[in-house]
């Protein structure tokens, strides 16, 4: 976990300390007040990974004020309508999805690595995720891409005490490895610190 | 290094404070999705959250009525749902256009079953 936070802290230096600013014009002229995340793209091999995904962007995206559409409802309800799969409903036009929902943007992540290389002393643990956001007539008002990894070795003390860590860290990441803390770390670092962040939504205004 | 770990929590939390109370929302729907048994413990939680939230007289955070109302659809509870896509219509505004429609589904459905059965 310490090993983490250290690997962390050096993106999320970078994540706050940035000098490029991407333009803006296109998400302000749309001033979304609600955002609808849909069931996301998978590319990896992980059949799971989507679901997961899906649990981490609503608290990120609704910190940033926006009201962030109930994605298990919106599951649910896109399941009624045939919809199973996020590529399926890649290509559903964004106007009619989002004349469905009443929502003034939608959110479309893509899954592009989710995976664990394993090594003999220590495992890396990858996730990659494409970010795009459209307003309601579909034009593209936000993109990002995140890769995130972590492995416990980057950061490993010499010696044997060191080698024995790192071979209880992997013998722990290989039974189960941990997506989920990158996963939030990469959202966190996009919507929230990044050079392209997320502007403040309507319940971030201070109000006059 | 301890240096370092101390402003790495600095930052993170500097950045990324929760601006409501989720009560685990994000951590019980992963378990739900891992689990299908722990459907019925993300609607107790869920219920519990959002009653908590009401009695303090604080706001419930976008999304979590909702998601209640549709567990409650998805074990045929109708009126609960009703009742509560009602709520974060009232809560959240955005929510309107969905909320109504859902609402105005589950009444023509339940007005097709009435009539099936007559």
């Given at each position: 976990m310490k090993y983490l936070i250290v690997c962390l802290s050096a993106l999320t230096l970078i994540?706050?300390?940035?000098?490029?600013?991407?333009?803006?014009?296109?998400?302000?002229?749309?001033?979304?007040?609600?955002?609808?995340?849909v069931p996301?793209?998978?590319?990896?091999?992980?059949?799971?990974?989507?679901?997961?995904?899906?649990?981490?962007?609503?608290?990120?995206?609704?910190?940033?004020?926006?009201?962030?559409?109930?994605?298990?409802?919106?599951?649910?309800?896109?399941?009624?309508?045939?919809?199973?799969?996020?590529?399926?409903?890649?290509?559903?036009?964004v106007p009619t999805l989002a004349k469905m929902f009443g929502a003034d943007a939608i959110l479309y992540v893509t899954i592009k690595r989710w995976d664990?290389?394993?090594?003999?002393?220590?495992?890396?643990?990858?996730?990659?995720?494409?970010?795009?956001?459209?307003?309601?007539?579909?034009?593209?008002?936000w993109e990002e891409n995140k890769k995130m990894a972590y492995s416990p070795q980057n950061s490993g003390g010499g010696g044997l005490g060191g080698l024995i860590a790192a071979a209880i860290s992997a013998a722990i990441t290989r039974a189960a490895p941990n997506y989920m803390p990158l996963a939030e770390s990469a959202h966190q670092q996009v919507f929230l610190m990044g050079p392209n962040q997320l502007p403040d939504g309507p319940y971030n205004t201070p109000v006059k | 290094m301890t240096a370092i770990t101390g402003l790495t929590l600095l930052l993170l939390t500097g950045c990324a404070q929760n601006k409501y109370n989720w009560n685990g929302y994000d951590k019980g729907l992963y378990d739900a999705y891992k689990d299908p048994n722990q459907v019925v413990a993300l609607q107790i939680k869920l219920q519990e959250t959002v009653d908590a939230l009401e009695k303090e007289k604080q706001v419930v955070p976008p999304g979590l009525y909702a998601e209640l109302g549709t567990l409650y659809l998805q074990e045929g509870d109708v009126e609960k749902a009703k009742k509560y896509y009602a709520k974060e219509r009232d809560?959240?505004?955005?929510?309107?256009?969905?909320?109504?429609?859902l609402i105005k589904n589950l009444d023509s459905r339940k007005k097709v079953l009435e009539k099936s059965k007559t």
């Open positions: 994540g706050c300390a940035n000098i490029q600013k991407k333009d803006m014009s296109a998400f302000n002229a749309a001033a979304p007040r609600s955002i609808l995340v996301v793209v998978n590319k990896t091999l992980d059949v799971d990974a989507p679901v997961y995904v899906l649990t981490t962007l609503p608290i990120p995206l609704a910190n940033k004020g926006y009201y962030v559409f109930p994605v298990n409802t919106t599951k649910y309800i896109l399941e009624q309508e045939g919809l199973y799969e996020g590529d399926r409903i890649l290509t559903m036009p664990a290389q394993y090594a003999f002393i220590a495992t890396t643990v990858t996730v990659e995720f494409d970010y795009k956001m459209v307003a309601a007539d579909g034009t593209v008002i | 809560a959240w505004p955005e929510s309107k256009t969905l909320m109504d429609t």
